[in-house]
């Protein structure tokens, strides 16, 4: 036994010598879990700790097992970043190891597509929470909607293709259903600019392009055509990405205008007239709200994320809104999101506000990477 041993220690003593293997030790600095959370390695950080590195013969390893993982493009034809889905305590750290090997398949936890049968919808999900926008075919009509709506489900597997194929998605059938409204309203978590105390809503996206599709991370990217208000002129990219065991998204908003000054835009949550929870969380930015329950259909939190600190917020026309400024060609950068209590993962309030209040605190304090020796 202790031959067999000897001998397998130095044969990976040999295989790390000829390069054939590397060590990566994955640290969080947080105070709360990471939990099967999403982690980006930048690839120029694999390539130093593992400067043979072969695409179509890698293997994540963590104590023995092996890890799922994505290399990411993000557009590119280039590899952007390694993606490894892994659990870690806080201020706790793991090592994984990258080796020679056929890597394992991973199902798919996160997808999106263009959907031109449902008038331009772009649409997308992970094993949690489900989302659309909508597209510039839905423009003028009397079921026109602006802002984003998100779909309440309560499985694991990727539900978009079947339930647009059923087209009867607005009756739960066991795995959940669209009963959000979002119509003329910033919905769940849109943007908007904000001039004359009032908003401006930007309608709806003209063009799109898939920058990479799961299995663990999706991200799409959508272009609104320009617009002018109040003599300003302002043109919108939007990029959406949206990862595995997530309950939110995270929006980039690139914004081009005429403005002299920085704009002030709002994001925001739609309200419905009956009382329920509403949190302005300015100090740790976070916005958030727990919909009064919608009969049979249960109740589902919505909620925005914003890195930068200290965000002022209020209620005002029927929303919850984030107050932002922006210069023109920079990007606004945030997260939104829901939970449906039916799911069984976040079925109250108070535990929807201590998701977001953690998810806040890990974007402030995100995993470390190292190459180990």
Not at 48 to 72: I, R
């Amino acid at each position: 036994m202790r031959f067999c041993l000897l001998l397998g220690m130095l044969a990976g003593f040999a295989a790390k010598a000829i390069g054939q293997q590397a060590t990566l030790k994955i640290t969080n600095p947080g105070n709360t879990s990471l939990s099967q959370t999403v982690v980006e390695i930048p690839w120029a950080t694999v390539q130093k700790a593992y400067p043979k590195v072969d695409t179509a013969q890698l293997q994540v390893v963590q104590n023995g097992n092996e890890v799922a993982y994505q290399l990411e493009h993000h557009g590119q034809k280039a590899i952007q970043n390694l993606l490894v889905q892994v659990s870690i305590g806080p201020k706790q750290a793991i090592q994984l190891m990258l080796r020679r090997g056929k890597p394992a398949h991973v199902e798919a936890k996160t997808y999106c597509r263009y959907v031109p049968e449902r008038y331009d919808d772009f649409a997308w999900e992970n094993d949690q929470v489900a989302f659309r926008i909508y597209g510039a075919a839905l423009n003028g009509r009397s079921d026109n909607a602006y802002g984003s709506d998100i779909w309440a489900k309560r499985t694991d597997k990727l539900i978009l293709d079947r339930w647009y194929k059923q087209n009867d998605y607005h009756k739960d059938h066991g795995e959940g259903l669209d009963y959000y409204h979002v119509g003329l309203t910033l919905g769940a978590g849109d943007i908007g600019v904000f001039l004359n105390d009032s908003i401006q809503y930007i309608h709806n996206y003209r063009s799109w392009e898939i920058l990479d599709n799961g299995p663990l991370r999706s991200t799409f990217r959508v272009k609104y055509d320009p617009y002018t208000v109040n003599g300003i002129t302002v043109t919108e990219s939007k990029t959406i990405s949206l990862d595995a065991g997530s309950q939110l998204s995270k929006v980039q908003v690139h914004v081009v205008h005429t403005a002299r000054q920085p704009l002030p835009m709002v994001a925001g949550i739609t309200l419905r007239p009956e009382e329920s929870p509403l949190l302005l969380d300015e100090k740790t930015g976070v916005l958030a709200y727990w919909e009064p329950t919608h009969g049979n259909d249960g109740t589902i939190g919505v909620g925005c994320v914003f890195p930068k600190a200290s965000v002022p917020m209020m209620r005002k026309y029927q929303h919850g809104l984030a107050k932002l400024y922006t210069k023109s060609g920079e990007t606004i950068t945030y997260y939104t999101g829901g939970a449906w209590d039916k799911a069984e993962r976040i079925t109250s309030s108070d535990a929807w506000f201590t998701y977001l209040r953690q998810f806040a605190s890990q974007q402030k304090n995100p995993p470390v990477v190292t190459v180990t020796k």
